[in-house]
């Protein structure tokens, strides 16, 4: 008899553990946002040289001509996401806006989280409010790999936007004014003739 409960007992149990499993939300999958071939779904400004595929990987050049920022956009907006990159900054200035807008002649506003030397770390309003939050300039230096590949992740949920660099939290933003979905954009910045390069470009949307 006491042998017959246990089991029952047991089978109990593995029932209700399926029935919790089942009835949990599935975990969305990371979907890649780059094909390592091609810029496929993505908008690409009107000088079409600026960004390429190199190698199984995104590269922003330019030759120090620009007039305005120009950026490689995603054609889907995203509201709440983990969006993942690894980013390699070779000189100037870079940066990967998220849930921003892009106009008719290409210029992208909203938030971008900053990839240039003596930047890293900073979070800036595009053509909006401008810095709104920075991890301390020497803490980040020490983070950076300079000229090798850095792991960014950056979440939006809600209102709230994190940024992590290199397995370090560096901006944890909550800010009623961010907008509530919008695009992903690779950033080129006038100036000096510069080149980043960006690949393992994945994004999670959340529930």
């Known amino acids: ?11 109990l149990l593995a029932t209700a553990f399926l029935l919790q499993a089942s009835a949990a939300p599935a975990r969305a999958q990371a979907t890649p946002l780059f094909d390592g071939k091609s810029l496929q779904g993505w908008i690409t400004p009107d000088d079409k040289a600026l ?7 995104i590269v922003g050049r330019t030759a120090g001509d ?8 995603t054609a889907k907006s995203y509201k709440d996401f983990t969006l993942k990159a690894k980013v390699k900054l070779r000189n100037g200035n870079s ?3 998220v849930r921003s807008k892009r106009a008719d002649d290409g210029a992208v506003s909203g938030p971008q989280a900053d990839v240039a ?3 890293w770390g900073l979070l800036y309003d595009e053509r909006g409010r401008g810095i709104l939050e920075r991890y301390p300039e020497a803490e980040a230096a020490k983070i ?4 090798d590949w850095n792991d960014l992740a950056i979440t ?10 290199n397995g370090v939290t560096v901006i944890d933003r909550e800010d009623k004014e961010f907008p509530d979905d919008g695009v992903i954009a690779l950033q080129v910045h006038v100036g000096p003739a510069m080149e980043v390069r960006y690949k393992d470009i994945t994004i999670e949307e959340l529930n």
Request: net charge positive.
């Open 66 to 73: 620009l007039k305005k920022n120009e950026f490689l956009v």
């Open 156 to 165: 939006f949920k809600g209102k709230r936007l994190t940024v992590v660099l």
């Open 51 to 57: 960004f390429s595929v190199e190698d199984g990987v």
């Open 95 to 97: 940066g990967i806006q």
């Open 1 to 11: 008899m006491r042998k017959m409960t246990t089991i029952r007992l047991a089978g």
């Open 117 to 119: 030397d003596g930047y």
């Open 144 to 147: 950076v790999k300079q000229g």
